[in-house]
Structure formats: structure tokens, C-alpha cells
């Protein structure tokens, strides 16, 4: 479990095929204690992986071909930043929202503009995703939690802070680039329970159904 706040910019060290997967060789710049584990969770841009190697600051973590098909970890190349995160601690201090590491599908930027100190960022989803996104809801992309300011169909509007620019990879973004994106799992598991709720009656006095949610709001 992740929060979506980057902890550091990492870099890519190495990139070897295996078959159909990949092995990912990470620059940290942790050391020490502060280096994940091998068997730790790490996200990549926002893909939960799991560490294999580690050695000085640097992390081995292996791509199966299935995350290389709904993910851009495939498009990194030698030098290419990263946005890490380690798995959270039952004592760390819970910002952004709750992101499991599970990318749901790629978007594409078709705008990333400035307006003032900030930039817009403006984002075509899957139209799959579309029901997952509200307005002042929470999104992640590329790892990063950031709030949606306007949704319009399938696309999404994003203002990112200068910090955000200057702490993620984010701040280098392109028009046309592909983006790694994790709705609110919250909201997956709403519309999973609602969904169960149509299938068939249910006797219980605290399911959980359509109107019910509607009273509680």
C-alpha cells in the first residue's frame, strides 16, 4: 500500500530483457536502512514491484510481461528519473490517498500547459475508466496522488504545483506521452458491492444498495 506522495527521483541503471519479462536496475540514492529489502514492495512510476537484488543504492526488480502490457515500464530507458515510494508503515503519516500500485490502464497527455506558477495537465482516458473519475476526487499518475479539477467525458484536467514539477517527473511530461494511471480503489470497490446488489435480492438490512448509499450521503 502506497500513499502517492514520491519520495525520491530514481534513475533508470539497467534494463534487461528475460523472455517476455524485464529486469529493472534502479538508482535509489538511499543507503543503508533506508535501502527497501529484497522481498519489499517499491513502486516504479507508480507500479508496485517487488525488490530482487540490492546492492550500494541501487535495486533489482523484475517486469512480468503482463505489467509491461498496461504499463510504460517497457518505454524506460538507460537514465530515464523514476518516481519512488516505499510501502507505507502502520506509523507513517498517511497523506495523498490510498494507492495500492496496481496501474488500471495508460492515458495520454494531450495538453500540459502553463497558467501562472502552475501547469494544466490534461488527460485522454481509457473511456472504461471514465466512471471511476469525479471532479475533487483523487487520481494517480505515474504514482503521483493528485486531485482532478474537471472531468469532461473521458478526458481530465490536472493543475500541478511547482513542487510537484519539481519533485516528480512530472515536470517532464510531453504532449503525446503515455502516463501510468490507478483510479481511487475506493471507488472500484463501490461499484463492485453495487454491482453484487443488482445481481439479486438480498435480505440483509445492511447491504449496501444504490438508494441506501444515496441516504448516507
Known amino acids: 500500500m502506497f500513499s502517492g506522495l514520491i519520495e525520491k527521483l530514481g534513475r533508470i541503471d539497467a534494463s534487461e530483457g528475460n523472455g517476455a519479462d524485464l529486469r529493472l536496475r534502479v538508482a535509489t540514492g538511499w543507503q543503508g536502512n533506508e535501502l527497501p529489502r529484497l522481498g519489499d514492495s517499491l513502486a516504479i512510476n507508480g507500479v508496485c514491484l517487488t525488490v530482487v537484488e540490492r546492492a550500494g543504492d541501487r535495486v533489482s526488480l523484475d517486469v512480468s510481461a503482463e505489467t509491461l502490457s498496461c504499463t ?3 518505454t524506460l530507458a538507460l537514465g530515464d528519473p523514476v518516481n519512488l515510494e516505499r510501502a507505507l508503515l ?4 498517511l497523506g495523498g490517498h490510498f494507492v495500492s500500485g496496481h496501474v488500471d490502464a495508460m492515458a495520454a497527455v494531450i495538453d500540459f500547459s502553463a497558467i501562472g506558477e502552475s501547469y494544466r495537465l490534461r488527460l485522454e482516458m481509457p473511456p472504461a475508466l471514465g466512471r471511476y473519475i469525479a471532479a475533487k476526487g483523487s487520481l494517480t499518475v505515474d504514482g503521483v496522488s493528485l486531485t482532478v479539477n474537471k ?3 473521458n478526458q481530465l484536467e490536472i493543475n500541478l504545483i511547482p513542487h510537484t514539477m ?3 517527473t512530472l515536470g517532464q511530461l510531453q504532449q503525446g506521452q503515455r ?3 490507478e483510479v481511487d480503489l475506493l471507488a472500484r470497490y463501490l461499484e463492485r458491492l ?3 446488489q443488482k445481481e439479486g435480492p438480498t435480505t440483509s438490512d445492511s447491504a ?4 441506501r448509499f444515496e441516504s448516507l450521503l
Open 72 to 74: 510504460s515500464l517497457g
Open 90 to 93: 502502520p506509523t507513517t503519516r
Open 151 to 153: 472531468v469532461v467525458e
Open 166 to 168: 519539481t519533485m516528480t
Open 179 to 181: 502516463v501510468n494511471i
Open 194 to 196: 453495487l454491482s453484487e
Open 208 to 211: 449496501l444498495t444504490a438508494s
